[in-house]
């Protein structure tokens, strides 16, 4: 999964990932200059809810345009959390 281009993809990104187990890669550094401080890389495995189509139709609508600003069109810090079981 990338960000979505626009409100359409980032349903059809959250239609594709409901009921599904996927992994999440994340990764932060800490740098001065060129040299690595510290740096830590994650891989948590999360399962999203079996939502219904009018589940996500409230979750698109309360969260409009920020659906693009993430990969996979969720943010798991705000309502995202909303669509995941663990």
Same mark, same amino acid.
């Not at 994340?26 to 948590?44: F, K, M, N, S």
């Not at 993430?70 to 943010?75: E, F």
């Given at each position: 999964f990338d960000k979505p281009s626009d409100l359409s993809s980032a349903r059809e990104h959250l239609?594709? !990932?409901? @009921?599904?187990?996927?992994v999440l890669i994340t990764a932060v550094a800490v740098t +001065? @200059? +060129?040299? %690595?401080?510290w740096r830590h890389l994650d891989e948590p495995r999360l399962t999203m809810r079996n939502f219904s189509d009018s589940f996500l139709d409230d979750y698109m609508s309360r969260v409009g345009d920020d659906a693009l600003?993430?990969? @996979?069109?969720?943010? %798991? +810090? @705000? !309502?995202?959390?909303? !669509?995941? +079981?663990r």
């Amino acid at each position: 999964f990338d960000k979505p281009s626009d409100l359409s993809s980032a349903r059809e990104h959250l239609r594709r !990932l409901r @009921g599904n187990t996927h992994v999440l890669i994340t990764a932060v550094a800490v740098t +001065e @200059g +060129e040299a %690595i401080l510290w740096r830590h890389l994650d891989e948590p495995r999360l399962t999203m809810r079996n939502f219904s189509d009018s589940f996500l139709d409230d979750y698109m609508s309360r969260v409009g345009d920020d659906a693009l600003s993430s990969v @996979g069109a969720y943010q %798991i +810090e @705000g !309502l995202g959390a909303q !669509l995941f +079981e663990r």
